[in-house]
């Protein structure tokens, strides 16, 4: 049986992809459900709130309700500056990271 490598690995950055998101300008649950549906980052937006629900626990991100004029008050999520610094945190990793993962899976190792 082969493992949906792809799921593994979104599992492992959504976090840091909702945080990057959110760096930009705060945004409500639908308007990150798109852009991470759109990049096949999650499934649906069923599961993007327990993503939330993990990063408002840690402190990265608050939820604040906003009216709208298109409808019912929308519920937005923002970055705190905790979840700034988690996400600079994982921006100075993930670089060489990627490229380390790069040389290994690919056999091209200066460290042979």
């Known amino acids: 049986m082969t493992a949906d490598v792809g799921a593994q690995l979104r599992k ?8 990057g998101l959110l760096s930009r300008e ?3 649950g639908w ?11 999650i499934a649906s937006i069923g599961t993007l709130y327990p993503v ?17 004029a298109a409808g019912p008050v929308r519920k937005y999520y ?5 979840g700034t610094q988690q996400l600079n945190a994982f921006r100075a ?4 990271f990627q490229h ?3 040389e290994l899976i690919e056999g091209n190792t200066a460290h042979d």
Not at 31 to 41: D, I, K, P, R
Not at 52 to 64: A, P
Not at 93 to 96: M, N, R, V, Y
């Open 26 to 28: 705060p945004m409500y």
């Open 78 to 82: 923002r970055l705190t500056d905790a």
């Open 100 to 102: 380390t993962v790069q």
């Open 12 to 19: 492992g950055v959504v976090e840091y992809c909702v945080l």
């Open 52 to 68: 939330l629900g993990r990063l408002r626990d840690k402190g990265f991100v608050v939820s604040y309700d906003e009216a709208s």
């Open 31 to 41: 308007q990150l459900s798109e852009s991470l549906t759109g990049y096949g980052m």
């Open 93 to 96: 990793q993930w670089t060489p």
